[in-house]
C-alpha cells in the first residue's frame, strides 16, 4: 500500500483505510487485470496499419501513451 491513500489522515482513519485496502485484494486484483486488459487492447489498436496514414499519427501515438501512462499509474496505486 503506497503512503499516499493515508497522507493527511487522522490517526484512526489510516488505520480504517489500512483495513479497507487490504479486505479489497480481490476487487484490486480484478480492477488491476481489467486496467491491463485496456492497455493492451491499447496498443494492438496503436500498432493498426491505418493509423499510421493519420495526419496527426504523432499525436494520436502520444496521446496513447499518455493513456498507458495513466493506467499504469493507477495499477501502480491499487497494487
Request: aromatic share 8%.
Amino acid at each position: 500500500m503506497k503512503s499516499i491513500w493515508v497522507d493527511g489522515l487522522e490517526p484512526d482513519a489510516t488505520l480504517e483505510m489500512k483495513g479497507d485496502f487490504t479486505s479489497s485484494h480481490l476487487l484490486r486484483k480484478r480492477m488491476k487485470k481489467i486496467l491491463e486488459d485496456k492497455i493492451e487492447t491499447k496498443r494492438v489498436g496503436v500498432r493498426k496499419d491505418a493509423n499510421y496514414d493519420k495526419p496527426n499519427w504523432a499525436n494520436y501515438v502520444a496521446d496513447s501513451i499518455g493513456y498507458e501512462r495513466a493506467l499504469a499509474e493507477i495499477i501502480s496505486l491499487i497494487e
